[in-house]
């Protein structure tokens, strides 16, 4: 018995020592083991505890012993780590490429910042946004953190861009109409090619140029990138498919309406000559640059050019093109590029001559040119000559009131009366004045809204109207005169036919009763 108590009492003394908390840096090894021992890297323990606890995500500890959460290192920028008690800094694992993080002590790749949609990049633990490279020109992204530059998308065919970045394919710029793309990932819009002369396209973000559609006989598109085919104008015809020009009538002939397709179309003029007047009015549109974005001295130096280009091309001095209120050596332009002038002293048998000379392929080129030159710095320019015609000149301030004289125009320097006269056999029939307000066209009153440089008008009531005014005015003043007494003379016989009539029905009411009276004065 002696020998068993002392065998437990041995045991007992050589047993290690148990506590019910352990000091700082030091904890049980499991539940059921309460024996304090030191606390292990990626752990750490306060005074009174009785286990050792891991650090927590997105940080590290490589003390052993560690008696404060202090001891746990965040992982650095860049990095982050999912685990607990992580025991070196080797455990914090760099942001996925497509992603960055300035942030100390993420937990998760989701942590780290996305590059935003329209970037990537391949870089790994990246700590700044500045790795994210934007997708380049003619591409767009629309995924965040991507990791490539794969996930750039080219535009569509029909469309380009110049900007990085870009998110969506929405934000790809059409080709405009009349133009198309086949390109991919275009970055330019020089990569829209312009649909050729002779055919149209009035729609955008096209991709093939079969959706080029060709104009029909009739029409016609002289210059490339057209959205429209314009009919063949007055004096001209067309046959073909696909014109870029209609064919001038012969001399001496004209086509009165728009669109021809046959030369039979083309009828006799019906005064000697087709421009009995010695005038032509000429309609053109300035395509570019965009004539509403010019300053004054721009459009007047412009007006000026192309008045002397068309008096070249028609051999006549620069005076003897005018705009529509007269003004020697100008043309009228509306904000919209319309251009209309008037060319005189012309013969009037060379409507048709003149006409080859404004329609030729040769007068557009030099036209655009000219207009390049003059607005150097704006662009490619083009100029189309839309329509020309004989037509008198009418100043645009005419005017056809019963009580008005000859009206004189003037403006910026010039009028219609300070024209050089015509030139050449048939100067008698350019009249010295311009003409009359009688032979003014629809045509001719819409150019003349479009003038620029209205002239100034004087009546005969203000006494300045010329004497043949004066003239041709008395006749019909004469005229009324005798229709008003002629028209009074016929209402004092209507009145006093009208008169006797009830004067007539009253006796005759009244014999009855005058019968009557003088029977009862009988008796």
């Known amino acids: ?79 982050w780590s999912a685990q607990e008690g992580a025991p070196s800094g080797e ?103 312009e649909c050729p002369a002779g055919t149209y ?41 696909e014109a870029t020009e209609c064919s001038v009538c012969p001399e001496g002939t004209w086509t009165q309406g728009s669109g021809s397709i046959r030369q039979d179309q083309c009828a006799s003029c019906s005064a000697p000559g087709c421009a009995p007047d010695g005038s032509l009015r000429v309609d053109a549109q300035l395509v570019k640059p965009a004539y509403s974005d010019l300053g004054g001295q721009a459009r007047s130096n412009l007006r000026a050019a192309i008045a002397g280009a068309f008096a070249h091309t028609c051999d006549v001095s620069e005076r003897a093109v005018v705009d529509v209120a007269g003004t020697n050596g100008s043309v009228s332009i509306a904000d919209d590029g319309n251009i209309v002038a008037f060319v005189l002293s012309v013969a009037p048998d060379s409507a048709s001559e003149m006409a080859s000379r ?45 009580a008005s004289a000859a009206v004189a125009v003037g403006g910026d320097g010039g009028s219609a009366e300070n024209i050089d006269p015509p030139k050449g056999p048939h100067a008698a029939d350019v009249p010295a004045n311009a003409g009359g307000p009688g032979d003014q066209t629809a045509d001719d009153a819409r150019g003349s809204s479009n003038s620029e440089t209205p002239g100034a008008s004087r009546s005969a009531e203000d006494g300045q109207g010329d004497e043949g005014s004066l003239v041709d005015f008395w006749p019909w003043f004469l005229a009324g005169g005798g229709v008003t007494l002629l028209l009074i003379l016929i209402c004092l016989v209507v009145s006093r036919r009208r008169a006797r009539g009830k004067r007539e029905f009253a006796d005759a009411a009244g014999q009855p009763q005058l019968a009557a009276v003088r029977e009862r004065v009988s008796l």
């Open 1 to 79: 018995m002696r020998t068993s108590i002392g065998g437990v009492l041995l045991a007992m003394l050589s047993a290690p020592a148990t506590a019910a908390w352990c000091p700082a840096g030091q904890g049980f090894p499991a539940e059921d083991v309460q024996t304090c021992v030191v606390c292990g890297e990626g752990t750490w323990s306060g005074d009174g505890s009785t286990k050792c606890t891991r650090c927590p995500q997105g940080t590290w500890s490589n003390s052993r012993g560690a008696k404060d959460v202090s001891a746990c290192r965040s992982c650095r920028p860049g990095t």
């Open 358 to 402: 404004l329609y030729s392929a040769d007068f557009r080129s030099e036209l655009a040119g000219l207009v390049g030159r003059v607005l150097s710095g704006r662009g490619k320019a083009a100029v189309d000559v839309l329509d020309v015609r004989p037509a008198p000149f009418v100043p645009e301030s005419s005017t056809t009131t019963t």
């Open 91 to 193: 455990s914090c694992t760099g942001c996925l490429p497509g992603r960055w993080s300035d942030r100390e002590g993420l937990s998760s790749n989701l942590q780290c910042s996305a590059c935003p949609r329209g970037t990537w990049s391949v870089a790994h633990g990246a700590t700044s946004a500045e790795v994210c490279t934007a997708c380049p020109a003619g591409t767009w992204g629309s995924e965040a953190g991507a990791s490539s530059a794969a996930a750039c998308i080219g535009c569509p065919k029909g469309t380009w861009s110049d900007q990085t970045g870009i998110t969506s394919h929405t934000e790809c710029m059409d080709c405009h109409p009349g133009t198309w793309s086949g390109r991919e990932g275009a970055r330019t819009r020089d990569a829209c090619a």
């Open 201 to 241: 396209q009035p729609a955008p973000r096209q991709a093939n140029i079969s959706t080029c559609m060709r104009c029909a006989p009739g029409t016609y598109v002289a210059r490339t990138g057209a959205v429209a085919c314009r009919k063949c104008p007055s004096g001209t015809w067309g046959a073909d498919f």
